[in-house]
């Protein structure tokens, strides 16, 4: 389960960066007045090097881990992080799940959504769905309540949290955006693929530092049996050329030689899905790219 979060950048009407707050589960503990969560998170921002705006290019922080905990009480939500203790800005989405208590309109538990499975650019058969209610956040004082109709907070802003078929969404405001996404679904009958994945593990599993991805070429892409990649020059250096899978495991490393400007990535025998190729070279930033394989 991992959870992604969007947010522009504005330099007057161009749009100079995006950043991707990428989050997974590691843990999940129910208590009898508590749901604790570990999670370990990552961003990445990419500038687009619009007139005005920072360079092209594309950053990674270094993940973090932090512990996340609700009262089942309350539903009030507290994040742990370096030693200091405080309400969380990150965990909208780890914090509902739906129910429909007997005799009641409609309840809500602090949690993770209840999903019996879903569609995600694929399907997961027949039975793939999300539970279709919704919720609406609303900035009340100094905490937020939650409400099964529209209404204005203070501020005159609200935001809808919908449970429907698909990705779920909570809009955040202007220019900001999180989604949850579902890679997999295990059941009785087994554990089924729904769909692509957002690369979480490999941007969770990515250093601090600067990526260079202006220039390089990747071609075809998506790609069946082997991809091409193209630099804009020459390489100064002897440089390696890895094939990395969604989980940050090396499959395949090859040395370019001096002066080469394409080379040749196999994919046969490898499972379809998505890639990364990362080029390496001394006093050169790493080019990484995403490559998507098909069968």
Not at 108 to 126: D, E, K, L, N, Y
Not at 172 to 184: D, E, K, P, V
Not at 235 to 246: D, E, P, W, Y
Request: hydrophobic share 40%; glycine share 12%.
């Amino acid at each position: 389960m991992g959870y992604y979060g969007e947010e522009l950048s504005f330099g007057g009407s161009l749009i100079c960066e995006t950043t991707n707050l990428l989050q997974r589960v590691v843990n999940r503990q129910l208590t009898p007045d508590s749901l604790i969560y570990v999670v370990r998170y990552q961003s990445r921002t990419q500038t687009w090097g619009a007139p005005g705006c920072p360079a092209a290019g594309v950053t990674f922080q270094p993940p973090t881990t932090v512990r996340q905990a609700a009262s089942l009480r309350t539903g009030q939500w507290r994040m742990s992080l370096g030693g200091a203790v405080g309400p969380s800005r990150y965990v909208q989405l780890l914090a509902y799940e739906w129910t429909a208590p007997a005799g009641a309109a409609m309840g809500i538990t602090m949690g993770h959504p209840i999903v019996p499975g879903r569609q995600s650019g694929g399907t997961c058969g027949p039975t793939a769905t999300l539970r279709a209610q919704q919720l609406f956040r609303i900035r009340g004082g100094m905490e937020d309540i939650y409400l099964p109709y529209f209404d204005f907070d203070w501020a005159g802003r609200n935001e809808l949290l919908n449970a429907g078929l698909g990705v779920v969404q909570l809009q955040q405001g202007y220019g900001q955006q999180l989604q949850l996404t579902y890679h997999r679904r295990t059941g009785s009958a087994g554990t089924t693929i729904c769909g692509s994945r957002e690369p979480f593990d490999l941007l969770l599993s990515a250093p601090g530092g600067k990526v260079a991805t202006i220039g390089a070429r990747l071609y075809p892409n998506p790609a069946t049996t082997t991809a091409t990649l193209e630099l804009p020059a020459p390489t100064a250096v002897v440089a390696q050329l890895t094939l990395i899978n969604t989980t940050g495991q090396t499959l395949r490393t090859q040395l370019l030689p001096i002066g080469t400007m394409r080379a040749e990535i196999v994919l046969a025998g490898l499972p379809a899905g998505l890639y990364l190729v990362r080029l390496e070279q001394s006093g050169s930033l790493p080019v990484v790219l995403r490559l998507h394989h098909m069968h």
